[in-house]
């Protein structure tokens, strides 16, 4: 059974940080690239940064570069994102996502909620 399991989200104060985990199992996670995607309130949902499946390309949305880190540890299955100098507008529900041509899988998602 394939599952993704996010964790790390909260309430944080503008300029804080946090650390946001995705722990895969039930499927060969090291083999894919995974994304972090978010919605905020009223907004669409939207990519905030990929990594490949070995780590070795990462890309990120323009509204978080120099702010988020977007990393794995395939040995454990998870993947990581770190967010630094939070803004109110990152307020959002936080998703992993693995996809293929033959799968899509999604995280039930992590609240994120910046906020003085």
């Known amino acids: 059974q394939v599952q993704f399991v996010e964790s790390g989200g909260g309430l944080v104060q503008p300029g804080g940080s946090l650390r946001l985990s995705c722990v895969a199992s039930?499927?060969?996670?090291?083999?894919?690239?995974v994304t972090w995607y978010r919605q905020g309130p009223g907004k669409e949902r939207e990519l905030v940064a990929l990594?490949?499946?070995?780590?070795?390309?990462?890309n990120y949305a323009d509204s978080v570069k120099g702010r988020f880190t977007i990393s794995r540890d395939n040995v454990k299955n998870t993947v990581y994102l770190q967010m630094n100098s939070l803004k109110p507008e990152d307020t959002a529900v936080y998703y992993c996502n693995c996809r293929s041509s033959q799968f899509d899988y999604w995280g039930q998602g992590t609240q994120v909620t910046v906020s003085s």
């Open positions: 039930g499927f060969t996670f090291s083999r894919y690239a």
């Open positions: 990594i490949t499946s070995t780590g070795d390309y990462r």
